[in-house]
């Protein structure tokens, strides 16, 4: 699958221990369908039914102990934004190869379902309107509802992959009524030069430092370049600007400390690009990445988004 170069902010996550939410029974320390608790059984009710499909095999509940056995790679980056469960089940069409495989990832909250989407997602991935966000890629369908991150499979679809994997998406979407809703963060960004679907969740180690978390992310294209903005959430003033003295002091007996410029803190990092960072209440916000020649030009976007934040309360 291709990979644009469009990055966001670093996603660096580190792995949260939760207890199990499900019993360790059956094999790869999955559940069957009929060994369940009360809480799988809940995630099992957005199985889809679709007529001329059928299980291959019993689904299979994996919990945060369990889940490295399913996503070895990746599991922590789902623990990061605190994964609760995971449903698995193969479907394959009756007189065909086809098989369709539907991985529903409970997250906990819509929040943490779009954080780690967002992670997954390039912005020039087509989109699909399921629930509420997705894009489908090749074999691929992936799409957030409420708290949970659904992920599609198709193989040997041929020419009609495209329509299996809608059909699955539709069928489990339509089981769940609440789709949640866009974090409202985002509206506070600036929309001109804006690009569309570059919007990131960093739940924990925003920009790689653990006393930064709860990180909202966008990225800006120009003709002379790109850079991001962000907005991170630090829940009080105090704990804001306690953050923001930790990030200054960490960079204070470094070559390329922050210099002080009237309510902002500007940095030139090894790579000549800029960083400005400032502070509204209980949100720290600023640019990174922003290339030398963009430097004057990004002030407005700062100022717009410093305008935002101050106008919302």
Not at 14 to 42: C, H, N, R
Not at 68 to 76: K, Q
Not at 207 to 220: I, P
Request: glycine share 8%.
């Amino acid at each position: 699958m291709k990979r644009p170069a469009v990055q966001g902010l670093l996603s660096i996550l580190i792995m949260i221990p939760l207890i199990s939410l499900v019993v360790f029974i059956g094999k790869a320390g999955a559940q069957s369908e009929t060994q369940t608790t009360a809480t799988a059984m809940d995630i099992r009710s957005l199985l889809p039914g679709i007529d001329g499909w059928k299980l291959t095999e019993d689904p299979q509940i994996y919990s945060p102990e369990t889940l490295f056995e399913y996503i070895d790679g990746a599991a922590e980056a789902y623990l990061g934004y605190d994964f609760q469960q995971l449903l698995v089940s193969t479907y394959e069409k009756e007189g065909t190869e086809s098989v369709v495989t539907v991985e529903i990832y409970d997250m906990g909250s819509p929040l943490n379902a779009f954080g780690i989407f967002s992670s997954e997602r390039y912005p020039d991935i087509p989109e699909v309107q399921f629930g509420l966000a997705g894009y489908l890629e090749g074999e691929v369908l992936n799409f957030i509802s409420g708290p949970y991150y659904i992920k599609l499979l198709c193989y040997n679809g041929e020419e009609k992959t495209a329509d299996y994997l809608k059909e699955f998406a539709g069928a489990v979407d339509e089981k769940i009524k609440d789709k949640g809703s866009w974090p409202a963060l985002f509206k506070m960004f600036p929309t001109a030069n804006l690009i569309k679907n570059s919007e990131k969740y960093i739940k924990k180690n925003f920009m790689g430092f653990d006393f930064l978390a709860n990180g909202y992310a966008v990225s800006y294209h120009f003709d002379q370049g790109q850079y991001d903005a962000f907005i991170i959430d630090a829940k009080t003033e105090s704990e804001a600007r306690s953050s923001l003295q930790k990030l200054l002091d960490f960079y204070a007996g470094e070559k390329m400390p922050f210099v002080q410029e009237g309510d902002r803190y500007r940095q030139v990092n090894r790579y000549g690009q800029v960083i400005l960072i400032s502070q509204v209440r209980n949100y720290l916000f600023g640019l990174s990445r922003v290339p030398l020649v963009l430097a004057d030009q990004s002030v407005q976007t700062l100022n717009q988004l410093k305008t935002n934040l101050e106008a919302a309360r």
